[in-house]
C-alpha cells in the first residue's frame, strides 16, 4: 500500500512536469522525456468543481476547459457549462469505488482501443489510464484552443494523440488525428474509443440516455434492466460490404450518429462528426458493465474479416483475416454539447441538431398532412410458361392504372398527395445496372408515362419515380460481376441473396443481387440522370442508396472503406438533387439535407434494456421536410396506423398495387408486399387522411417540437403550436392528469385544455 | 405556455416506470405455403408489455430462472420461481397478488428442490412438481403442504428408477396427471385420493431404418450382446396441458421430424390429423438442426393451441385442427424476443411467455389481424363458413398469403352454389380435394345446360372417325412402298416391321429424333401442364436439366445396352436399327402422356383410376412393341428376347452406376483443383 502511494507521488511529480504550453502548430513531443515547465497556466479554482486540482486551461463564452494537473484525476479533463455552471468529468472521479466494473482502469481512461496480438491469436484491449499515464507515458500539450493528450503505449510502442477542443458553436471536440497515431511495432490499432466514460452518470442520479435506435430510444438511468444484454449497434447498421451468412434478428439501425444523456436537468449532446460509418454506439445501465450509467461510441479504424476457404469436399474452412493497411481515414471527432435547463430535454437535442445540421435554414414545409402512396409497377420472376420456365415480367400496376389510383384519390378529396412509383424504369425492373431512365414497356407507353407525370403535376400531387442506382442482380454479359461489383476486404465479389424468413440463413435459391462499385456507379449514374432530364419530371425518389453504407475493395489502388462510401453515395445524391427535387426512403443523417421528402421513417427497435421510442429523427426535421413512416397496410399494426403518424407528426403511407395477388411478388424482393390491392384500400386512406387532417389543423400545426412519455404510458406529443397530442398506444384505459384516453385512442390539448 | 410544457417533459422524464417499450416488432410474421416454404404474412401477436420482476413490485426483487406458469380460471397467475424457491402470484393487471415462499409440511419447514411444474385444481389446491425432491408437493394458498405424490410402489416402473416429475395437471374428475422423466409408459395417473390408477397416453416407438435393422442383428446375437445395443423407448412427455374436454396436449421433444405435438383424448388416444408442427425447415448450425425443440404447450377454451419452440425461440400457434395461424417471437435482445422462453399461458386473449434467462414474462396480445383471423377460425371450426366469409375477405385485404381464409372462402361459396368461383378459390388455396369437389360439381352444371350439344358434338366426333378410318383402309390399299416405313404400322405389327425395317434398311433417323423430342416436351408438360387436381408439382420451379436427364440420355443408355448385350448374344441387330425401332416404341407412351395431361383438367379427384389408366395403357402397349422390336431386330426367339432384356436392364444399371462413379470422381476433382486455385488466389493477393 505504501509502496503503491509512493509510486502514486511518484507518477504525479512526473506528470505536473509533464505538461507542455505550446502553441496548436507545435507538433514535437516525445513520450519519455516530460520536463517541460508549465508556464501559461492561470491558477483559478472553481467551486463546483470537487477535485481541487483541475485548473481552468481555456474558456469561451460557452464552455470553459480545465485540466487536472495534480491530484487522484491527473492527466484528465473536466468541462464546465458557463450557462448552468454544471460539470462534466472526463473520467468520473469516484471510478476506483466501482463495485461492478471488472476493469477500473477502463473507467479512469480517455482512451481505449485494441490491437491484435499475433502470438496468441487475440485481440487485446489497453487503456490510456494503466497502459500509458501510470507508467509515464502520457504527455500534455496546450494548444490554443484546447489540449493534446498525447498517450504512448510503451509496451506495444503505439503512439496515440488525442485532441480536446473549444469549438466556437458551443461544443467541444475530442478528436483523434488518425495520421498521427504512431505504430512502431508489429501491433497495429483496431477499435479505439474516444472519452469512454465522458457520458455517465451515477447510480443515484436521475434522467435518461438517449440512444439512436431507428428513430431514437431513451433508457432511463437506474432502470434496474441489468439483466439484459446493453445496447450495442453500428451507426448506419454497419458496413454493408460485409456480408453475414445468417440473419437472425429484425432491428431497426442507427440512422443518427448522436447520443446524449441527461441528468440533474442539464445534459450532454454528442453528435460523432467524423468517421460516424465506422463507428457503433454502446449504451449500458449501471450495474451491468459498471456502476455507472454510461454510453459512448467506438471507432473501427482497421478491419477484422472472416474468410472462407472452399475446400471441396472437405467443407469450408473459416479463418479471420486482419487488416494489415493503414486506415485511410484521417480523424475520428466527436462533439459535445452541454445543454441546461429547458434545452436539457430531448427537444433541446434536436434543436441543437438541427442548428449543426443547418436545418434550420431551409425553407418551412407546407403545413398541411399528406398521403404518400407506393405504387408497385413491374416485377420480373421465374415463371411457368407453357410449361418452360422463364423470367416474366409481372405488372403489378401499370402507368395507367397508376393514374387510375390518383383520380379515384383525388375524387375523395385528397388534396395533397406524394406518389412514388417504384420498378417503373425497364433496367430497374430486369435488375441491370440503371445507366439509362426508359420505361419499361410492359407498364404501358412513354407517353403514358408522361401522362401520368402530367395528371399528377396538375392535381397538385408530388410525383416522384424511384430507383435504386447502386444494384444490379442481372449481368449484361458473363463474368460482369467480377469487373462491375463491389467486393470485399478478401477481394470476393459481394453476392447479396434475401433472407430466410424462417431459419435466417440466405435463400440461394432466389434472385441474387451485387452492389454497383464506386468505380462504375460514379459514371452509370451520371448517365441516368442525364437521360432522366430528357424525361422533364421535377420529382425522383432514391432508395437503397440513401440508408447503406459500403467499403469497396474492387479498385486495388483506391480502396474505399466504409466512411469513404458513405461520402461518396452523399455526394451522388447531391447531384442528383441538384436536378431534381428528391424523395428518399428513409435517409441516414448524412445524405438528409439533400431530401425535398422522406418516405418510410424506422421505429424503434424495443432493445431489453431500452424503455421507450421517441420520435428524435421527425423532431429534427419536422416542419422543415416532410416525412412518413412505413406504410401502414404493410405494417405490424395497420390500426395503430394514424395514432402512430400523429404522434410523430408524419402523414400518411401507403403501398398500393393493381394486382395484388401472391402469385405476382412471390419469391421476388416485394414479397412483402402481401396487403396492397389500391381497391380495397381506397376508402380507408379516404378515413384516415380525412381524421390526420382534421387533427392537425385543430392542433393548428404539424411542427413536432416535443415529445414525452408520461409514466402512465400515455405519450405527449407537442407542436410548434401549442398543441399537444396525448396518445394511448395500449390496450387499457389510462387516466392520467385528468385525462382519460381509451385504448388505441388520442386527445388535443391547447393551452391546457383538451379539445373536444 | 411553451416553457411550462417543456417544464412538464422534463419533470415527467424523471419518474418514468413504465415497463415496456413501443416499438416496431422484433420479428417478421410468417407462414407456411403448400410447398412448406415461409411466407411473408401478417403477425397476429404484438407485444403488448416485457415484465421483469422489479417492474412489477419492488417486494418481488428478481425472478431467478422461473420455470413454469400457471393461470387460474379467475385469471390469478401463479409463477413458479424457481431459483427463489417460491411461487409469485399476480392479479390480471399483473399486480402483485402475494408470494408463497414459506412451505411446511406437517408443521416442519420444507425446502423446495428445483421445481418445474406448477398446476392449481378446481379447489385451489397448488401442485408442485419437483424433480430433485423427487415429488409432487400438494399445497394450499399458504404454502401449506397437504399431501405429496411420490414414486408408485409398482412392478410397471425399474426399480432403480430415480422419481423426477416434471409437469403436473389435475383433470376436471381431480385426476392428477404426472409427466416424470425416465418413464416412457406415458403420464402417471394417481386419483384424486393420492393412489397410482395407472399410465396415461405412451408414445409409441417411432419406427424407424435403424430400429428394424438393429431388431435384425438382435435376432441372431447372444443375449449379452443384444444388450449392449441401444434400446428404443418411446419418447417422454416435455410438458402437457388440458382443455375443458380433458383432452389433454402434449408435446414430446423428439429429436427427429415425426410429431412434436399431440391431442389426446381420455382414452389416451391421439385425435389430431395433422403430423407437421414448428418450423418445417431446418439447416445445421454448428452440427446440429434447427428443428423445433418444443417446451411447454397451452390451449386456450377455443381449442386454439400455442406451443413454445425453445429452438427457435417462437410461438407456434395452431387452431383445433392443427392448422397454423401464427409464428410469433424470435431470437434476441428486444421485446419480443426470448433467451430460454420455459413456460407459455393464455390470459383472457392474450399470451404469457416466461423467460428463465432474462427472468421476465412478456405479454403478448393479439392485433387486430390477429383478432380477425381467430375470430373466423371460430366460425369456420364450427362450419359456420358463411358466416366466416367476410370476415376472410378483410383478412385478404392485409394478407393474401393467408391461405386459411381461400379455403374458407371457398367452402362458403360451395355453400351458395358458386362452384366455379369455389373451385377458384380453391385452387387459390392449394387444396385439391375442396378444387375436386367444387369442379365436379360445376362439370356437373355446365353437362346438364349443354346436354344437347355435348350430344351433338360426340355423334360428329364418331362419325369423323368411323369416315377416317375407312379412308385409311382405302388408302392402304393403294399405297405404294415408302423409304421409311411408316411408324403407324409399328404400332400394330412390332415383329414384321422390325424386320422389314431392318431389311429395307427403311428405317428413319429423322423421325426417331422427332419422336424423341415429342418425348421430352410430353415430360415438361406432364411435369408443369397436367391439371391442377393431379399435379402436386412446384410448376415455377420446374428444373428442365433434370427433367431431361429422366428421357433422351436413358433411352440413349438403353439403345446403347442392348446393343452391347446382344451382340455378345449373337443378336442380328445393328446400332442403328435398335435406335429406331426403339424409339418407335415410345410412340403409345407418349401418347397416352397427352392425354394424360389433356384429360387430367377434365377429371376429378374421384376418377383418378382412369387417368392411370390411360398411362398404363401406354406403357404396357410401349412395352409389348418393345418387346416385338427387339425380337424382330435380333431375329430372336421368344426365350431369347427375355434374356436379352433381363441383361439390357441389368447392363442400363451397370452403365448408370458408372455414369455416376464417373461424374463423382470429376466433381472431386474439379474441387480438389478449384479448392488449390482458391488457396493460390488468396495466398498471392
Redesign the interface.
Known sequence: MKNRLKSCKKLLHIFVSAILVMSLFVTSFSAAVNSTEISDVANNTLGNLTADEYTLMHENQYTRLYCALSGDAIGTFAVENVADGSVWYSVPLNASEDTTALNIAAIKSLITFTYYDEKNYAMVSVNSYADSAQIGGLNLQKLKNGLRFNFTFPKIKITVPLTVLLNDDGSISAKVDVTAIKEESKYKVFDITVLPYFCVAEKNE???IFVPD?TG??M?LNN??T???VYNQSVYGGDSGEISTMQ?????KIYMPVYGL?KN?SSIFTVITSGAAQSSVLAAVSGTESDYNCVRNTFTLRKVTT?S??????GAKSFSVYQETPPTIKTIENRYWFLSG?N????GMAAKYREYLNINERKNQKNEASVFIDVLGSVI????V????RKTKMVATSFQEAQEILSELKEKNINSLNLRYVEWDSRSVSGKIVNKAKVEAKLGSKKEFLKLAEYAKQSGYGFYPDIDPTVFSKTSYPFQQYFAATKNM??EVNRHYPY????H?MDTDRTSWFVLSFKKLEKTSDLFLKSFKKLDIDGLALSGITNNVTSDYSDKKNTVEAWMGCEKYSKIIENYSKEASLMLDAPIFSNISFAEKIINL????????????VPFYQMVISGKIAYSG?AA?L?????LAVLKALKTGSNLHYSLSCH???DIV??TLY??W??T?AV??ISTIEEQYKEIKETYEKLGSQTLI????????I??S?FES?G?LWAN???YEIEDNGITLSPKSYCIRK?GKVIE | MKKGLLSIFLCSIFFLTCAFTASAASYKGYTYDYWEEAVPSQIGYTVEGVYTAKDISSEIGDFSEPKDLYVSPENMIYILDSGNKRIVVLDKALKLNKIISDFTYNKEKVELGDTTGIFLDNNGKIYIADPTSNCVWITDENGVILSKLEKPDTDMLEEELEFRPQKVLVDSAGTVYVAAAGVYQGALLYTPQGEFDGFYGSNTVEVSGKLLLDRFWKRIMTNEQADNIAKYYPEEFTSFDIDEKDFVFTVTQTTSTKKKIKKLNPMGRDTLEAEKFGELESVPINGKLTDSLFADIVVSDSGVFSALDQRSNRIFQYDSEGELLFVTGGNGSQSGTFSTPSAIEVLGDRLIVLDSQKNNITVFSPTDFGKMVLEAVNYYTDGKYHDARSLWEEVLKYDHNYITAYTSIGKALMADEEFEDAAKYFKLANDREGNSDAFQSYRNEILQKNFIWICIAAVILIVLFVWLINRRKKSEKTKKEHWWISPAKFLFHPIESAEDMKRLNAGSMLISFIILAVWFVAAVLKFAATGFRFNTNNVDMLNLGLLFLTTVPVFVVGVVSNWGVCTLMNGKGRMKDIWIGGSYCLIPYIVSNFLYVIFSHFFVLSEKIFLDWILWIGIIWSACMLFGVLSGIHDYSFKSTVGSVFLTVIAMLIVAFLILLVVSLLQQAFSFVSSIVNELIYRIR
Open positions: 436521475q434522467g435518461f431507428g430510444a431513451v432511463k434496474g434492466k439483466g439484459y444484454e437472425t434478428s429484425t432491428f431497426e441527461q436537468d474468410y476457404l472452399d475446400q471441396g469436399w472437405q429547458k436539457a430535454g430531448l427537444s420472376r421465374t415463371k411457368s407453357m410449361g418452360f420456365p478478401n477481394l430466410k424468413l424462417n431459419i440463413n424506422p421505429e424503434s427497435s424495443g432493445f431489453d434494456m431500452l424503455d421507450y421510442s412505413r397496410n405494417s405490424d399494426n395497420a390500426d395484388a395477388e401472391s412471390k419469391d414479397d412483402e402481401i396487403g390491392d380495397k384500400w416535443g415529445f414525452e412519455h408520461r409514466e402512465s404510458g405519450t405527449v407537442y401549442g399537444e398506444e395500449t390496450n393551452a
